[in-house]
């Protein structure tokens, strides 16, 4: 009698302990499809800020958590959050150039970045505050970030003059000329002083420098006739500012000089504009590439129509997801062998959609990524018979809404 009632006992204890189980798990399970988040749902314009807030800050950095960066009604504190991190190039990017981005997240970006993209997206963004603007300015370089910094409006005007006479872009005149004592007529203009104000107001183009007996503009740098000796005696200085960049930015400029510019290793705006420029020599910018760094120059080298493809292939091969890869999968020179190997790894990434959008992707592999990563649906070829066609002006639906899929 005992034992069969410690044996009902023991079953009834069982019995309870599976039911907690199935009980949590079933839980657990709802719990996590609460939890799921798409990438339609960041997609949406009025998706909820809470929704935002989860996709950004689970530390996962993929298209949803950049969807969500993106996404107009993302709230202060994830973009502050992503920013701190600064875990994830793209999404910093986007951050900085949110515009519900708080100004003590867009100071921290500017203590601590000098001049790359983030920087300068945070030093254009209308939320930056004057006091971080200022800070950039008085630094005293004449770099991109600061001249975004002097023209945002929140830019303080003293900051702003400052900066424009340490950099040279403007001389100051000689107040010793303007001595109100001596103007009697009040409706004549000081001509030297309406002058200096033009310049003042934001006309950042009219630096110069001497260079023996010539005085170079960038006006002259930038005109598409200029000497190619005159750039290539700019780009020689070796000095990154707004003269040099618009010669190395200039399709006159010779391939020469281009080479000796991206031969420094030097990640600036001369650098940059150089390694763009379609003048830049082919295995000049294969050796861009064969550093392996991500930096803004290998962004420009493989955007360069000039890039060989076996540059490209490589870049490819090493199956990173970044900005330097998607560019080389998106550059028309890029082999179809190199854009099938990405294709066949099966990644839902950025580097597979820039390799499948390109014209020299061979179609059967475009169409097995689709297929693999659930992007399109295998029709059932059943409903194809075209025994029961008899109609051949009548278009099959199904067969058409395929069709555009794979195109």
Known sequence: MIVNSLIALLIFQQEKDISLFLRNIIINMQHEKNNYITLEMVKD??????????????????????YAAANPNCPPEALRIAVKRDEDEMISRLAADHLNCPPDALKMILEKRQD????????????CSPDALQMVLERGKNDDVSQYAADNPN????????????????????????????????????????QFKKMVEGSFNLRM???????????????????????????????????????????????????????????????????????????????????????????????????????????????????????AADNRNCPPKALK?????????????????NRNCPPEARLKWLMAVGRIKMPDLSKHDVQVIKDYNKPDEAWERFKRMVE
Do not use: F
């Open 45 to 66: 314009p009025k998706c909820p800020p809470k929704i935002l807030y989860r996709a950004l800050t689970k530390r996962k950095y993929d298209w949803i958590s950049q």
């Open 116 to 127: 790359d993209w983030v920087a300068r997206i945070a030093a254009k963004n209308p939320n």
């Open 155 to 194: 830019c303080p005007p003293q900051a702003r003059l400052k900066w424009l006479i340490a950099t040279g872009k403007i001389k100051m005149p000689d107040l010793s000329k303007h001595d109100v004592q001596v103007i009697k007529d009040y409706n004549k203009p000081d001509e030297e002083w309406e």
């Open 209 to 327: 420098r001497r260079t023996g007996q010539k005085e170079i503009t960038e006006k002259m740098v930038k005109d598409p006739n200029c000497s190619p000796k005159i750039l290539t005696n700019v780009l020689e200085r070796g000095k990154d500012d707004s003269i040099s960049r618009a010669a190395a930015k200039n399709p006159n400029c010779p391939s020469e000089a281009l080479k000796m510019v991206v031969e420094w290793n030097n990640d600036n705006g001369v650098s940059r504009n150089a390694a763009l420029n379609p003048n830049c020599p082919p295995k000049a910018l294969k050796m861009v590439l064969e550093r392996g760094k991500t930096d803004e120059v290998s962004w420009y080298a493989v955007q360069n129509p000039n890039c060989p493809p076996e540059a490209l292939k490589m870049v490819l091969e090493r199956g990173k997801d970044d900005g330097v890869s998607c560019n």
């Open 341 to 357: 190997m990405v294709l066949e790894m099966k990644n839902d990434d950025w580097v597979s959609c820039y390799a499948a959008g």
